[in-house]
């Protein structure tokens, strides 16, 4: 019975570990790059948004609107 009882408390120790590992390497690191893409992909969204804005304004100035009698 004593063997049982050193695995669950080794198992136990080495989950602990296993976490602490996660939330202090993994964690942080996993955060640093996820705000580092998100801020890639906002800059991207903004020059995408920027070329449709300019392909708009350069088509409503070739096709001005007709004016309604």
């Given at each position: 019975m004593?063997?049982?009882e050193?695995?669950?408390?080794?198992?136990?120790?080495?989950?602990?570990?296993?976490?602490?590992f996660v939330?202090?390497e993994?964690?942080?690191?996993?955060?640093?790059?996820?705000?580092?893409?998100?801020r890639e992909?906002?800059?991207?969204?903004?020059?995408?948004?920027?070329?449709?804005e300019?392909?708009?304004a350069?088509?409503?100035a070739?096709n001005p609107?007709?004016?309604r009698?």
């Amino acid at each position: 019975m004593d063997k049982f009882e050193e695995i669950g408390h080794r198992l136990d120790e080495e989950l602990t570990r296993l976490r602490r590992f996660v939330e202090e390497e993994v964690a942080p690191e996993t955060e640093r790059r996820t705000a580092q893409f998100l801020r890639e992909v906002s800059q991207k969204l903004t020059e995408a948004a920027a070329r449709l804005e300019s392909r708009s304004a350069a088509r409503s100035a070739q096709n001005p609107p007709n004016p309604r009698p």
